[in-house]
């Protein structure tokens, strides 16, 4: 039976009468042996426990004897040798004058590996492709850069005369973007407004969606009219009025750069000249002008009246994310309604790429959860016959896959991380105000190490060790109980939290990997705060009857919705982190 799974329904012990009692321990489950008619065997039959390969857990059998100056001897089982048996539904294994048989029963038949669902998704599209249009100068870089979390998204592809709108700019620091570049149509450039024509088009009837263009982004600077700019040359205006032809319904952005420079505009003769004006005049000026000066000249060119569009400023991160926002919308919006095509990769690839919007980042986590093994918590077989440690751990890579960080060592994915959360799902059934005050010299350390505010931020002490101590439910197969579906449901929703902490830590740094000094603020920050506490006394206040139904799965959503920030302490500690602060090695455990 060589596997990297069984199970184990019994045990038989051969050993004489002078043992007294013998007990099997798997993880946490306790397994005594009984005497048969008096001989020298004593066994045990139970519902299957599921072990694995991978698996920490204690696995030995205890043995007591009748003479009392005779220590009881403990029977340790190695996992390779067992998992490696040839016998087909035993495992034989003699100590001294000991001769035990394990009892093991085939794997289910359909208890193939659980593949996360994201993977299916990249197989479908890996990467969000995206074609940036816009002179020079305009901001592009920037706003890419800043957007997708990437350093130098152009570099000496952006030197005036190289652009070539045919190649496909990847970047290592974001490995689930494609850009695409133009740089504008001037005067008399019609090879160039030919040439985008064509690549636009191919790309538009590619029946293969990873290949086909998923998002335009139109890019112009705000002009000062009154010094004489333009927004743009001829060839732009022609490539506009056959926008509709060239583009046809691909997801196209107007971009209008620049827009602090508009506010500081309008604002300074206000200010020079003593008139008595309130920000919320400066806004509605600049909205008028951007309406005279952009948006209805580009309506009449393409004789379209809805233009989506948007302004930016480049230190602007809210504009950031609403820029985002509408891209996610008209994407979904065009790739999510495609008749006879099943549910589009796009969408999700939209809300991967990007680093600016945590908020997508939940929501896209949501869809993938829905779309299978959220489900299979209250419903289905798909868990059946598996460890819940295997069953989180499909879980927990679908919700690391969206949020898409650059964490080249996979410390996301690691066993350390993994140990951590479930540690922090342990304290569901520990209800606390606060978690356990820190060593006063663990303290003092710390401060000693740490300028506050990340003192602060990481002066709570995590009550457990290197290990799955306190952790044993893990390993025990699943089944859809209510504590284990808290479990679970805990798990999803403490994940995610960890994650939007740590997004918003890495928010200025995100082109730079991730390293387990970032991971841990995050947890820690998370671990002891309000925010957690509250989180688990929801769950712990859901019913059988809400765990048995279909309302369950809107309780998840309502409850991974609710963004860390909400808790305004740990929003404040949060934000007084810098990048300095997490900068520098670190290990998991101390």
């Known amino acids: 039976m060589a596997s990297g799974r069984l199970r184990i329904s019994g045990i038989e012990l051969t050993c004489g009468k002078e043992v007294e009692s013998a007990e099997l321990t798997i993880g946490s489950q306790k397994h005594a042996l009984s005497r048969q008619l008096n001989n020298g065997v004593l066994c045990a039959d139970f519902n299957p426990v599921l ?101 130098n998204a152009f570099a000496e592809h952006d030197k005036r005369g190289l652009a070539d709108i045919t190649k496909e700019l990847i970047s290592e620091q974001n490995s689930r973007f494609i850009l695409h570049d133009s740089r504008g149509f001037e005067q008399g450039d019609v090879d160039n407004l030919d040439v985008a024509t064509k690549f636009i088009k191919e790309r538009r009837n590619n029946e293969d969606i990873k290949e086909q263009l998923h998002a335009v982004w139109l890019c112009f600077q705000i002009p000062d009219t009154d010094a004489g700019q333009r927004m743009m040359e001829a060839g732009m205006e022609q490539f506009l009025q056959q926008k509709k032809d060239i583009l046809g319904n691909v997801p196209t952005i107007f971009i209008f750069t620049k827009y602090d420079l ?41 004789e379209e009246t809805n233009i989506p569009y948007i302004a930016v400023s480049m230190d602007d991160r809210d504009k950031r994310e609403e820029l985002i926002q509408l891209t996610y919308d008209k994407v979904s919006e065009f790739f999510g309604n495609q008749p006879g095509k099943a549910t589009s990769a796009v ?71 993994r140990e951590f959360m479930m540690n922090l799902v342990n304290l569901l059934d520990r209800p606390m105000d606060c978690p356990p005050s820190p060593q006063r010299s663990e303290t003092m350390s710390s401060m000693q190490k740490e300028g506050f505010p990340l003192v602060s931020f990481m002066m709570c002490a995590l009550p457990f060790v290197a290990g799955l101590q306190l952790v044993q439910w893990a390993y025990n197969v699943f089944q859809k109980t209510p504590d284990v579906q808290r479990n679970f449901i805990a798990y999803i929703v403490d994940l995610t939290n ?51 139904s279909n309302d369950v799965i809107s309780a998840i959503e309502t409850l991974v919705r609710q963004r860390y920030n909400t808790d305004t302490e740990l929003a404040r500690k949060v934000g007084a982190v810098s990048a300095n602060d997490l900068e520098g090695e670190e290990t998991w455990y101390p």
């Open 347 to 417: 969408p999700t690839l939209a809300a991967m790429a990007q680093r600016v919007a945590p908020d997508l980042k939940i929501e896209g986590s949501i869809k993938v959860g829905k779309q299978r093994y959220w489900q299979a918590i209250f419903a289905g077989t798909v868990f059946s016959e598996r460890s819940m440690q295997v069953c989180l751990g499909v879980i927990h890579d679908d919700i690391i896959g969206l949020w898409n960080f650059r964490d080249e060592g996979k410390l996301l994915r690691s066993e350390e991380l």
């Open 51 to 151: 072990i694995e390969k991978a698996s920490k857990e204690p696995f030995f059998l205890l043995v007591t004897y009748l003479r009392f100056w005779q220590p009881s001897h403990k029977v340790k089982f190695k996992l390779s040798e067992v998992l490696d048996t040839s016998q087909a539904n035993e495992f034989h294994q003699v100590s001294g004058k000991l001769n035990i048989v394990l009892r093991l029963s085939p794997e289910s038949p359909g208890a193939r590996p659980l593949s996360p669902t994201i993977e299916g998704i990249l197989q479908q599209c890996p990467r969000f492709r995206v074609l940036v249009i816009g002179k020079s100068g305009v901001g592009k870089t920037t706003l890419i850069n800043h957007t997708f979390g990437i350093k």
């Open 498 to 548: 960890v994650l939007d902490i740590l997004f918003t830590l890495t928010a200025g740094r995100s082109e730079e990997n991730l390293n387990i000094k970032a991971i841990k603020a995050a947890y820690k920050g998370y671990y002891g705060s309000t925010r957690r506490t509250h989180v688990h006394t929801q769950i712990r206040g859901y019913s059988p009857s809400i765990l048995g």
């Open 262 to 302: 508009l506010i500081t505009a309008i604002e300074l003769p206000w200010c020079q000249s003593g008139k008595d004006y309130t920000p919320a005049d400066v806004e509605l000026k600049a909205k008028q002008l951007l309406e005279t000066r952009c948006i209805q000249p580009i309506r009449d060119l393409t």
